[in-house]
Structure formats: structure tokens, C-alpha cells
């Protein structure tokens, strides 16, 4: 079908005057901004980039081909690996699609539950990915640190519910491990009267700053078309004014029982992002706010569900949530054994790389690490 | 928005020469996928983008399917010569005979489309678009759908790199995760793993002085 | 011992130690003790500086700091110093051997010469020349070729990026530095540190008459200060070594000693370029109030000086870093403009107090005019800058 | 937006610098080998097995049933099941591991083995300072190191410990009075028939027996 006009979005074209004279640049696999081993093979142009090849792999473990070989439950403690940020979704992303495959219901007090660990999450990345952005700024750690004194409040109250600070291996297939310990409640109903204070803490000190405006406005900016063609999700979308969350698109969970609105972009540079971090962070405030006085009592997992010997029919399920950091998506395959015949990862993180290239061409080397931290990545997810 | 099937019809209606087909997903979520010929599948991928508000292409992934060896025991009749009572007849015989029949394997390409132009206010389940290739050796071509979705590019690539599948089409195929010396395709279900995943031909003394050994070894096993 | 004995404390002490000597050695000994005290005192502050800094930053990160050698980590900078004393020193293969190793000396040396003519109390100065301030911005200005030996001699594309952008960004910020300076100078109708603070010496009320407290003179002060934190590669001008960009820009290979004579460098460069700050508009060795007098001279310098190093520490906990082209653009057309200005009207502040007479009213007058102007001059530029780069705050939709 | 916004950044420094030594809650960090965090209660990092009574290899709950080593994600897990039997905490003879390794280079702390274990022999432990010189030999751990009483289970983890030790009580107590009756009857039995049923007798004990096996395997974990 070669008569077949399709309308391609391709990176633009960097006309430079000699190739020779172009200075290419390895940044990474050991670059203090890469957030881990990642490289972009940069060629530049004085400190324009005319070229940028990301190159991946370096953390790569072959977590699916893993996961085939365990069965569905050992898969759940890996996916807390993938993003490390970001468990307590992993989990629940790798749980829904179970749940699809094989028709589990999950009982209400265990929704409620995940739905306040899944936004706590929500807030501590997008505290720590504002503090990473801002390292990456030259700002020398000191909103990096207010949003790891935040976070390491939301990780002890994972801590004393899961066990565990990051690898919370917290979610069940047809609802959660364990039930909340004494007290856990009125701690997070504390930690989540003190998180307004802490968001206006950030704002204060970065929001009307016009050093952050002037490098982040009007740099690395994303046009929603693209943006939809490139399968970008989570903030980096709506930045670019893209009304799409999967929490309101999909209703999973019980995320309808709540009262809470998506901030949108216009421009979909830097600053938008960063800022509608910012505005998330408080429309989560609000879910937990409603979230937890309205805990339910009852059980917390599906009586039919059992850890061992779990065989869903065959089949296949693609879940997905709306992750901190875009569209996290499992799609799993059963042949009726008790190891998945087909277990695949949708990384937000890798699939909003995908432009990277589009964004950081004609731009300075200096926009680059900035418009790389504002995609907000976490290299064990890209690799996997 | 539309299931599956109506996508399908919609679909024929449009372009009746194109071979799409319905595969049924037995499972709870009952997301039912369209398995698309690979020659047409860019005339039909675009479509779903341009007409069906298809635009955005979510998960990108590869399957493997071995080669099925089905043993079946068939009874046949035949006719065959027989003497019978001392004068040649012919006479209708049943044999029983055990087949042995191989389904050629082949690699499948898996699409997960969903709308972002319906966006929020049209809650749908995903489009499944599945390709596949001929066998799983050399019919290992299928079109790239990178030109009509972006997202499609890494995904590709981690197919290519992972199953094998060559993608037609695409703007830089690469392998994505392995490194590019790499020569095998980790994910396919018959991958052997090595020994040691410590052992690479990297340039440290010790691991080549390993590798030469290896080498000296298999050259004596040769000659032997 | 009273307040004089004490402010003088080490002019005395250089004095009699020198006539211990014959007299045909005394000159050169009170000279080699006047730069064994430099050579001394400065490090020191630097080693105190570098443990202040982490443990500043620290608290306004909310963190402890360096806690570990000594009470409070006090000791951290001996410890760093064994380290950096006993780590291999790498020379990339393919560098320039030779410059690679002079960089860091040339870098040390010239910087060590800016002190010579700086007045760090009363009579405490070690070269009373007329043409100081000059000498020292020449000198000053010649840490740039050392910044760019290193960066070329590494042979490494990042310190070859990181020295470009030293170059260009010293030597933009070196013509605002100059023209901020200048008015202090034309004020003081010297070029002679000791001068500019002797001019700034006396008390209305209580108040000390620093050049700070004029309009021109707040606008020369922080001009200078700006343009100083550019000189200096201080945050949020730290392109040429922007660790997140650039690795460690210029002196990204190097290690051990030489890396901390690059760091020595750096703090000794930043807190000269302060000291002469507080020579121009802050009253150099002068107290702030007229009945703290008694306070000896060189401990209000050094008071001073760390209030400075203070500040430093604390931009750098606050704000992000510029990029090149911003950089360059607030230089020329930004800082220039109203630093020019700041000259004409300096200028006019002399001509206005010749044409007004003296009297309250005539220098209330003469005080609003130079401020009206310097205000609005700032506001303009700063909006019509702001504008054309289409930067301003935003509001946010939301979708429900 | 003429430096406002620079200003504002500043007091907010300001305001943590100062904040910093004023109130002590503000600092996220502390000077650790002196002083120490609260431990947490529910926390993990790597399993040991659990013993009833003072002798660690007579109490060790371990039935080397192998099921943790199956459900390991990393398979750390290596047991060597005994070929002899010794009895458990309710008298009943049952295997025990002749090897139990766990390689903590390896494990990754998820906790798969303690929910799958139908005898609550296994938890996790929150001991952190496990850094040893030798890479290879110092993280395996074996049955020895890996033991630990029930006390120390109950100290770290009281809310798990109460529970757990109240159902294995409950089990005991149901298996005893099981085991109780059967001999009762038993002993009612032969009482009556003397000598000529003492076949029939011990077919009941052993079903007896049985039954309690049985309850024992579906019934430590709901």
C-alpha cells in the first residue's frame, strides 16, 4: 500500500552548516542528571543539539521473561522494583490486571485502602520528582530535601502498614496483604493535614521564582497531537491541555466516589509540568481527605483468593491506572497454568521517552537535562 | 465507543478486501482482539486512527507461540487387495494410525489501542490489534505501525530486540534493551539461558583469558 | 590593653616583630609577614568557609550537616584536606600535562594577588597603592586564563564546555562589575581601597555614611554583588561547573590537590571579590553604628566578610541556576544599562548637592529624585526584558 | 515577578535555616549510630525461623514441608529435609530440615515465604546491621543462625506474635482434647473388652490419628 498517504509525526530535521565541525558528546551512563545509568549520545552545535539518541538497557533485567517463569503472586514483590518510587500503584496496577484475568472482585474496605496508599504515593513522587527537577536546575538540593522530609513521612506510614519503606509488596490479587495496623489511621489523617502546608512550602519557594520561570518557560514544549500520537501519558499529557486521566477515563477502583478535578496545561513546556505537579499533589490532598474518614470496616480480601495454586482460565487482560507518572499498564496472557504464558509491562516512563528527541532538538545542553528531568523517569521501569 | 465486533464491521464495511478477523478472548475481561493480515494492517491501522478515533496506541507487545506438535489418532478405511477365499477382492479395511501434526509456531505482534479525542467522557474497553508473522525463523516480517502511531517506536524496537520480530517500515530498528552484539532473542520461549550471566567477552584480562580457553577447548572438541 | 592597642593589635605586632631585624631587612620582613598573614588567615577562613557552607545549607535543607570530625564536624576541613592530600592525582592521558598541572597554580597565585591591596582594617593593608581597585580587577580578570588552560588541557568535551562558559561569562560580567565599582570610585575621587573607606568613615546620628545608604550606591552595591556572584562562579551563576549539565565543568579531571587548589581558588576568589565589596559600599573596616567604634577595626571586617560568605551560602540554598543565553542577556542588557545609568546618576547625586546647597529638604529632594529614577529605570527594563520573553506567572483549568 | 519571587524563595530558606534549631521535629535526619530512629512495628527485612522452648533444634517449628522454597520469587531458600521425624509443639512426629540456608545476598525481603508457610515457622526479622567482610560465605545464613525463639518473635512483632501464638494454643488445645478423647474411648474400650479387642483398638487410635493430621495441615491458616 505504498498509494497510502499517513500523516507521520517524526522528530524535526537540525539543519547544521558542518557535520564535521559538530561536537557529540556521550552524556551518561554515568552523568550526575540521568537519574540513574541512561545515556543520550547528544551531538551539539556550539550548545545546541542538532542530534539525540537515547540509549536504554543498562538496568535491564528482563523482569517479563521473569515473570513467566514464577507464578502470578512471586511476580508482585518484582513489580515494586519497577518503578521504586512508586510501589503501592505497581502493585495495584499488577493486581487490577489479575483481577480482569480472572474475575476477582475486591471488597470495599481493600478499594478504600488502595486508593490512600496509590495517592500518597501520587504525592511523595511528585514531590520528589519537583526536587529532582529542580537539582537538576542547580538549586542544590534544597527542594529535593523538603520533598524527601515529606516523603519520608508517607514511607513510614507504608512502613508501619506494608513492612516496607519502598518495596511495599503491599496489594493481593482480590485486595491487600494485611490489615491497617493501631493508629495507622490518625497517623496518615495527621501526615495528611500537614501536606497542604508542605505544598505551599514548595510553592513559595519555587513557583513565582523567576529564575525557574525563565528556564522552564517556553522550553521543551510538547504539542498535544504529538503528544497523543506518541502514546505520552500522566502529566507530561495534560500539560499540553490533553483532558485525559485514567482515573476519571476508566473509573477503576472507586476513584468515583470522589470529588476531585485534573489540572490542565496550556503550553506544555516545563513550567506546566512542574506546576500541574504541584496542583495534583492538592487534588490528592483532597481524595485523601474524603478518602479516609470514609474507611469501611470489613474484610480487606476476596475470601476465594488464596496465595498458593492460583490458576486464572485462559485468557487475556490488559489493566492500567493512571500511575504518578503516566499510564501504567499490565498485560497478561494465561494458558490456565500458574505461571503467566505472557506477562507484559506497560512503562509509562520508557513510552514518554519517546519524544525526548523532539523535544531537546535546537535546544541548549543545559534545556536538555532540564527537559529530561521534567518527563520524570525512574530507570528501573524504562529498563526493566 | 464501540466493542470489538462493531469496530470489525465498521471496518468490512469500509474495506471489505481487507482480512481482518475476530478472535475471542475466553477470559473474565473479555477483551476480544482483531487479528489483522500483516499486508493490510497499515491501510487498517490508519484507518482506526483517522475515521475511528483510534489515536492513541497504548501498549505495543510481542507473543511467541511455539510450533504445537498435536498427536491424534485417526481411523482411516482403505481399500486394499485381499485374498479371500482364494480370489482376489478388493476390501474395505478401517486402519487405526497415530498422526503426528505440527501447527507451525509464529510470533504475534500485540496493539493496544485506546481514544484519547473521546477522551474521558466515553469509557471504553481497549482495541486488541494483533498481527502475525509466518513461522517463527525466517517469516519473521511484519509493517511497522510506528508512522501512524509514535508510541509504537520504543515498542517496536523492544520487540525486535526481544522476539526477533523484523519490523518493515520503521525508522530506526535497533535493538532497544540488549546491547547490539547481542545475538539471541531472550525472550522467545525457547531462550537458553547461559551458564554464567556473569560470562561476556568484555575487555577484562581475566574473563578473555576465560574466552580463549573456551575457545581452545571447543577447537580440541571439533577435532576429536 | 584599650580599644586603640587592640584595633592596631597587628600592626604593632608586625612592627616590633620587624624591628627585631636589621634595618637594611626590615622593609622586606614586615612585608613577608604582612603575606605570611594573608597566606594564613585567608586559607583559613576557606577551611572554616567550606564546613559553615555544608552545615548552612544543611539547616536550610533541614538536615544536620557535617557532624562527624571534631565537636559539631568543626575538624571536617582537616579531614577533607588528608584526603585530598593523599588521593591519587590522575592526569588524563591525553591532557596537556603541563597546563594541566599550572592551571590550578596560576589560578591560586592570581587570586592571592588581589589581596595584596586589600584593606582589611585599619592600616592592615599590605600594598597602600593609589591605582588598588585597578590592580586588583586586572588581577582579578587573569583567573579567566587559568579557567581555560584547565579546561582546555583536560581534553575532556565537558571541561571544554564548562570553560567556555567561564570565559564568556567572566568576561561579560567583568564590564558591570567595573562600571558598579566605578561610582563608589568617582565618589570617593580615589582609587585607593584605603581612601574609598576612609570616605565612607563618618556618622550622621549614629548611622555610618556608607555608600550603601545612597541610591546609587545601594544600586552600585547590588549591581556588584550580582556581577561578583557571576565572577565568582557562585550559584545561581554556577554555569562553568554546573553539576547537573556539566559534570563538574572545568575541573572535572581533576583530583587531590590540584582539585582542591581549584576549590581553594574559588573561595578565596569569592571572598576577596567580598571583601572589596565591603570596601566599595559598606564601609570597609568602618563600624556600623557610632558607639560600636570601640569594636577594633579588623573584627568588623571580618564580620562583615562573613556576613557576605553568609550570603552566599544562603543564594545558593535558594535558587536554580540561569542558563547560558539568560546569562549573557541579563549581562548586556540588563546589568550594562542600569549600570550605566547608575553612573549618570551618581553623577547627578554630586551635581544636585552642588546645585541644591545642603539642608534637609534639599537632600530629601536629592535622595527621591536618584531613587525615582533608579526604581523606575529597574522596573521598565525588568518588564519589557520579562515580556519579550514571554515569561510571566500562569493560571491553571481543570477538567472534572 | 522583579525578584519578588527570589525574595520570597529566600524567606522561605530563611525561615527553615532558622526553623532548623528551633524546632527539633523539623530535621528529617539523625546522627545514627548514637542515636536511633523508633523501630516500626510491622517492619521486615529477612526471615528466620522460629523455635517454641529453649533448645533450637528440638523447638524449631519447621516442618521442611518445602512450600517457602517453591514460592520464593529469587529462590534464596535451600532446605534438605531430615529423613527422620522428631515431634512438633503437639507431640506429633513430623520432618524437620537437616539443611536450612538462606541466602540474604539474595532474598529481597517480600515476605512471600512467612504467607505461605502453613506453620507459622517462618517471619521476618528486623536485625539490619548484617554487613560482614565475606561476600560469598557471610550472607548465607543456615538453621543455626537463621533460628531465633519465639520470644524474640513476640518482642519484635507483639501484634503478629499474639495472634499467632493464640491460634497455635487454640490448635493445640483442640488437638489435645482430641487426642484425649480417643484415648479415652479407647481406654473405655478395652475397659469393656479387655484382651479380645485390642485389634480394634489401636485401628481407632490411629484413626484418631488421621483425623488430627489432617486438621492440622487445612487449619493452622484460614
Known sequence: ?384 | MKTSEQVLSELLAAMPEVKVSLLVNPSASAQHSLLVASEDALRVAAYLRDQLGYDYCSNVTGVDWLDKETTEKRKTSRIVLKQVDGVEQSVEETVEETVKRVDPGYLEAVYHLFSMKHGPTDPHPPLVIRMRTGNRSDAVELPSLTPVWRSAEFQEREIFDLYGIVFRGHRDLRRLLMWDEFEDHPMRRDYVDPDDYEYEPTPHDDVLKRAEQQRLQAAQGGAL | MNSATLDQFFVLLQHHLSALFPTVLQPWVSMILGVVGIVAVFPAIFALTTVLERKGLGRMQNRLGPNRVGPFGILQPIADAIKSLTKEDIVPRSADDVVHFLAPVVLVVAIFLGYAVLPVGRNMVLLNIDAGILLFFAVGASTELSIFMAGWSSRNKYSLLGAMRAVAQMISYEVPLLLAAVVAVMMAGSLAPTAIVQAQGGFTGIFPHWYVFTPWGFAGFALFVVAALAETNRSPFDLPEGESELVAGYFTEYSGFKFALFFLGEYLGMMSIAGYGITLFLGGWGAPFSFLTFIPSWAWFFAKLFLAIFFFIWLRGTLPRLRQDQLMNFAWKFMLPLSLLNLCVAAAWRFLGECLGSGTVAEVMRWLVCAAVLVLAYILLARTLLRRQNIRPRSYRYAD | MLGEGILKGLGETARNFVGSFVSEDRLTTVEYPEQRLLPIENTRDFPFLVYDGADPDAGLRCVSCQICEKECPPKCIYIVKSTDKKPDYVGKPQFYPARFDIDISVCMSCQICVEVCPFEAIKMDTEFELSTDDRFGGLILDKHKLAKSNEHFQRIHPTEAAEVDARLAEEKEKVEAKAKAAAEAAAAKTAAESAAAKTAAESAARKAEDGSSGSDAEGVKP
Open chain 1, 1 to 384: 500500500m505504498s498509494d497510502l498517504a499517513i500523516q507521520s509525526y517524526l522528530p524535526p530535521v537540525i539543519e547544521v552548516e558542518s557535520q564535521d565541525e559538530l561536537l557529540e558528546v556521550a552524556m551518561g551512563p554515568h552523568h550526575p542528571s540521568t537519574h540513574g545509568v541512561f545515556r543520550m549520545d547528544v551531538a551539539l552545535d556550539g550548545e545546541r543539539v542538532v542530534r539525540l539518541k537515547p540509549v536504554f538497557g543498562y538496568l535491564h533485567r528482563n523482569h517479563e521473561k521473569i515473570a513467566e517463569k514464577t507464578t502470578y503472586l512471586a511476580s508482585m514483590p518484582y513489580t515494586d522494583r519497577l518503578d521504586y518510587f512508586c510501589s503501592m500503584t505497581n502493585n495495584w496496577a499488577y493486581a487490577l490486571a489479575v483481577e480482569k484475568l480472572a474475575g476477582i472482585e475486591v471488597p470495599e474496605r481493600a478499594e478504600y485502602l488502595r486508593v490512600i496508599t496509590a495517592e500518597l504515593t501520587r504525592i511523595q513522587n511528585h514531590a520528589s520528582a519537583i526536587g529532582f527537577l529542580l537539582q537538576e536546575m542547580g538549586a542544590s538540593g534544597t527542594p529535593l530535601m523538603y520533598a524527601f522530609r515529606e516523603r519520608e513521612i508517607i514511607l513510614d506510614l507504608f512502613e508501619s502498614l506494608s513492612g516496607s519503606r519502598m518495596m511495599c509488596n503491599y496489594m493481593r490479587f482480590g485486595g491487600c496483604r494485611v490489615d491497617l495496623p493501631a493508629g495507622w489511621l490518625d497517623a496518615a489523617r495527621q501526615v495528611v493535614a500537614g501536606l497542604p502546608r508542605f505544598i505551599d512550602e514548595i510553592e513559595a519557594l519555587l513557583t513565582s521564582n523567576e529564575i525557574l520561570m525563565a528556564r522552564s518557560q517556553g522550553v521543551g514544549i510538547l504539542k498535544p497531537d504529538l503528544a497523543i500520537n506518541a502514546g505520552v501519558t500522566g502529566v507530561m499529557l495534560r500539560a499540553t491541555g490533553v483532558n485525559y486521566d485514567v482515573r476519571k477515563v476508566d473509573h477503576y477502583g472507586i476513584y468515583d466516589r470522589f470529588s476531585f478535578r485534573v489540572p490542565l496545561g496550556e503550553h506544555g513546556d516545563i513550567y506546566d509540568r512542574y506546576m500541574l505537579r504541584v496542583l495534583e499533589m492538592r487534588e490528592s490532598v483532597k481524595i485523601l481527605e474524603q478518602a479516609i474518614p470514609q474507611l469501611p470496616a470489613g474484610p480487606i480480601l476476596d475470601p476465594k483468593s488464596k496465595p498458593r495454586g492460583f490458576r486464572p482460565k485462559p485468557g487475556e487482560a490488559y489493566g492500567r491506572i493512571e500511575a504518578p507518572k503516566g499510564e501504567l499498564g499490565f498485560y497478561l496472557i494465561s494458558d490456565g497454568t500458574g505461571n503467566p504464558y505472557r506477562y507484559r509491562v506497560r512503562p509509562p516512563s520508557l513510552i514518554n521517552l519517546t519524544i525526548l528527541e523532539d523535544m531537546c532538538l535546537g535546544q541548549n545542553v543545559a534545556d536538555v537535562v532540564l527537559i529530561f528531568g521534567s518527563v520524570d523517569i525512574v530507570l528501573g521501569e524504562v529498563d526493566r
